[in-house]
Each structure stands twice: as structure tokens, then as C-alpha cells.
């Protein structure tokens, strides 16, 4: 013979079991996301004239000029490239050769 639960108590134990997966997703995949997000846009704030950088397309090269929404990069050998400031990935340790 089968064990059955009342049946009023399997709706609020469904209830809990899916607001513990939602808390689960929130402080593993959400909340990661967006503090990256936040990250990101911070260090796009705080772009600045001479900082050597890293594109999201891989383009090394060091800021000469800043507007709100672009940056121009030199590449090296005086050439230079506008790029959206939302293109800019990350900082690089590396120096241009001249």
C-alpha cells in the first residue's frame, strides 16, 4: 500500500521548493552578473588619457583621447582608432612598441 502526503501540504511544500531554487539562481547567477556588469561599467567610467588597454577585439593600445562615448587609442607607429568606450575590456600591463 502507498503513503500518500495530505494533499494541502504538497502545494506549500512545491511553493518552498521553487522559492529555494529562485534564492539559489539569484545568489549564483544573478547577483554575480550584475556586480560584473557594475564592475565594468566603472572602469569604462574611469577611463583616462594614457592607460594601455585591451578591446574586446583582442586591439592593444594606449588612450590619447577621451570623449563621453568614445576613446581614441594609439596602436602604435602614430596610428590611431576611435572606439566606443563600451569596447574597452580590460587594463594591460604590456607597454606599445614605438
Do not use: C
Not at 495530505?6 to 544573478?30: D, E, K, R
Not at 577585439?57 to 583621447?65: D, Q, R
Request: proline residues 2%; charged residues 25%.
Amino acid at each position: 500500500m502507498l503513503l500518500q502526503a495530505p494533499a494541502g501540504g504538497t502545494n506549500w511544500y512545491s511553493l518552498v521548493l521553487m522559492g529555494g531554487i529562485f534564492v539559489v539562481m539569484y545568489f549564483f547567477m544573478i547577483r554575480p552578473q550584475q556586480k560584473k556588469a557594475k564592475d565594468q561599467q566603472k572602469f569604462v567610467d574611469e577611463l583616462k588619457e594614457g592607460d594601455q588597454v585591451i578591446t574586446i577585439g583582442g586591439l592593444h593600445g594606449k588612450i590619447v583621447e577621451t570623449t563621453d562615448k568614445t576613446v581614441t587609442l594609439d596602436v602604435g607607429r602614430g596610428m590611431r582608432l576611435v572606439f566606443e568606450k563600451t569596447a574597452i575590456s580590460r587594463e594591460s600591463s604590456q607597454r606599445l612598441a614605438q
